[in-house]
């Protein structure tokens, strides 16, 4: 995607990723990009599936709830010529995560986005913990799962795991990869 740019409506319910970090994740996440199947939940503008396909995922699934920005990310999506290679999904997250990361119809590994609004670390936590734990069990292997959290939310309250956590400047990112944690007690 490197120079071209993603529409963004600018409206305060959307909390784009600032940039550079966006470039660290998917610095860290090279390898397991490419084929993967990507899943962003609470999407936004759905800058990490755009940036996901141009970096080789074979498809990718946009969960956003919010028309406006629904509308804008089929426009990027057209101007991006991977609306073939996109499935966008008009829904309230916690209301259709059972069925996206419920168990696999194949193997295709998951590169999987969960960068819900910050409050809802502190507001839905369990619901958030559950979707995360569904992951954990039904990713196929090779999977990675990425939470976006603010810096001050205690990350030890997510589902144990070997999380590899990195912080830049007031938000912090979580990657797990489910296979480590197959077998755990979730």
Known sequence: MRGRTIVYHGEEFTRPMKD???ENVFNILLKAIKG???????????????????RGASSAVIVEQNRMA???????AETLDVSGKLKIVTADTFRVASQLVGPPKDETPWVLFLCPPYIF????????????RAAQVNAPPGSVLMVETE???????LPPGD????TYGGTTLGFIEPAQVCGMNL
């Not at 629904?70 to 990027?76: A, N, S």
């Open 163 to 166: 999380w590899d956590r990195r």
């Open 36 to 54: 993967a199947k990507c899943i962003d939940l609470f999407a936004g503008t759905g800058a990490m599936a755009f940036e996901s396909l141009s």
């Open 20 to 22: 550079n970090i966006r």
């Open 70 to 76: 629904v509308r804008y990310i089929r426009e990027t």
């Open 121 to 132: 670390w502190h507001e839905r936590l369990e619901e958030l913990n559950a979707i995360i």
């Open 151 to 157: 810096k001050t939310f205690d990350q030890d309250l």
